[in-house]
Nanobody, 119 residues
Framework: QVQLVESGGGLVQPGGSLRLSCVSS????????LGWYRQAPGQQRELVST???????NTADSVKGRFILSRDNTKNTFYLQMNSLKPEDTAVYYC?????????????WGQGTQVTVSS
């Protein structure tokens, strides 16, 4: 089992920045994959940015050059730095990890944090 606790969402004006944090109950060094997804009202959940244990990244075209995924292994925490925010970035953001549990890869989710971009 892995518990994930998110923080950092809120209301920000267009062009502003926010940083989301996700603290893992398990060391993030051994995880198969970690990253962020988001879900806007009436939309399906979509990938924002992920990185595998081997270092392969996958980032949505809509956020490339604006959002940065980073990590602090000593704190079992990873982050999503969001810059130049746009109204279309408004969504609930979820952190996600994939970890081996009982011999199989299982996906775990944070509770979600609301990000609203509006003037």
């Amino acid at each position: 089992q892995v518990q994930l606790v998110e923080s950092g969402g809120g209301l920000v004006q267009p062009g502003g920045s926010l940083r989301l944090s996700c603290v893992s109950s398990r060391s993030i060094l051994g995880l198969n994959e970690l990253g962020w997804y988001r879900q806007a009202p009436g939309q399906q959940r979509e990938l924002v940015s992920t990185v595998t244990h081997g270092g392969t990244t996958n980032t949505a075209d809509s956020v490339k050059g604006r959002f940065i995924l980073s990590r602090d292994n000593t704190k079992n925490t990873f982050y999503l730095q969001m810059n130049s925010l746009k109204p279309e970035d408004t969504a609930v953001y979820y952190c996600n990890v994939k970890a081996v549990t009982a011999g199989r890869v299982v996906a775990y989710w944070g509770q979600g944090t609301q990000v609203t971009v509006s003037s």
